[in-house]
C-alpha cells in the first residue's frame, strides 16, 4: 500500500518574493553584503539577488523545508544553526551536515532546478535566513563575475562541511569517532575561554551526535558519561564545554 505524500509536500512552497516584516529590497540588499559570502558583490549586483530575497525567522527545530519539495529558492544563514537531515526508508534521521552564519543551503538543488534531496531544520535556536529565488540568482550568474565568484565559494564550503561528515565517520572506533566530532565542532563552533577551556556554541542532543557518528546513542551517552567523570568535557545549556580538547586529540591520532 502507497503512503500519503507528506503534507509539506500539499503545501505550495514559500514565496520569496514577498518579503516579511516589510523589508524593502535597498535593506535586503545591505544585509547580503554583510555576510561574508557576498562581501565581494558590489552593490548593484546586491540589488537585483534583493529583488528576489525573502527574510524569514525560524524557531528551533522548525524545518526550512522538507525533502521532494522543489528547490525554486536556496537559502543564507543569517544567524543560529542548520542542520540538514536524511531520513532512512526505515524513518531513522541521518544528520548529513550543520551549517552556519554566511553559508548557504538547498544551493546545488536550486542550480540545477531540482528538489531538495534532504530536510533542513534549524537546530537548538532561531535561526534568521535570506531566501533568494534561484531564478534571480540565475540572472545575476549571467552578468556577474562576482556573483559567480561567491557561487563558488558556497559550494565549495557546502562540500567542505559534508566531506566532514565522511571523515567523522571514518575515522576508527565510536571512542574516535567521536573526539573526531568533538575536534569538527571546535574548529567550527568554538570560542576559546579565558581557562583555557572551549565552549561549542551549537546544541546537539544525544541521538544528534549519534547520528552524526553513526553510532548507538547508548555507546555515545556511556562515552561521554566517562569523559565528563574524567573532566575532559561538561554540558551546558545549549552548549557544549570542552576542558580537555588535548586528550580527546589524543584520542582521533592514537
Known amino acids: 500500500m502507497g503512503h500519503a505524500p507528506p503534507l509539506s509536500l500539499l503545501r505550495p512552497p514559500p514565496a520569496p518574493s514577498e518579503v516579511r516584516g516589510g523589508a524593502c529590497a535597498d535593506t535586503l540588499a545591505r544585509r547580503l553584503g554583510a555576510l ?13 539577488l534583493a529583488q528576489g530575497v525573502r527574510s524569514r525567522r525560524l524557531d528551533p527545530g522548525e524545518s526550512l523545508w522538507f525533502a521532494g519539495e522543489r528547490a525554486s529558492w536556496f537559502a543564507v544563514i ?5 542542520q540538514i537531515r536524511q531520513m532512512t526508508p526505515t524513518g531513522e534521521g541521518i544528520l548529513m551536515g550543520l551549517f552556519r552564519r554566511g553559508e548557504a543551503v538547498g544551493l546545488a538543488a536550486a542550480l540545477e532546478d531540482g ?11 532561531p535561526v534568521d535566513a535570506l531566501l533568494i529565488r534561484a531564478e534571480a540568482l540565475r540572472h545575476a550568474l549571467d552578468d556577474s563575475l562576482a556573483v559567480g565568484r561567491a557561487v563558488n565559494r558556497a559550494l565549495l564550503q557546502h562540500t ?15 571512542p574516535r569517532r567521536l573526539a573526531a566530532l568533538m575536534r569538527y565542532l571546535i574548529g567550527r563552533f568554538g570560542r576559546t ?17 549519534s547520528q552524526l557518528v553513526s553510532a548507538r546513542v547508548e555507546t555515545v551517552i556511556r562515552i561521554l558519561s566517562r569523559w565528563q567523570k574524567a573532566g575532559w568535557i561538561a554540558s551546558r545549556p545549549s552548549r557544549i564545554e570542552i576542558m580537555r580538547p588535548d586528550m580527546l586529540e ?3 591520532e592514537s
Open 36 to 48: 561574508e559570502l557576498f562581501s565581494q558583490v558590489g552593490a548593484s549586483d546586491l540589488g537585483r
Open 78 to 82: 543569517e544567524s543560529g544553526v542548520i
Open 115 to 125: 528538489v531538495f534531496p534532504a530536510d533542513a531544520i534549524a537546530l537548538g535556536e
Open 160 to 174: 567542505v562541511a559534508l566531506r566532514a561528515k565522511i571523515d567523522i565517520v571514518s575515522a576508527g572506533t565510536v
Open 193 to 209: 575561554t579565558a581557562t583555557g577551556s572551549v565552549i561549542v556554541d551549537v546544541h546537539l542532543a544525544r541521538d544528534e551526535l
Open 250 to 252: 589524543r584520542i582521533v
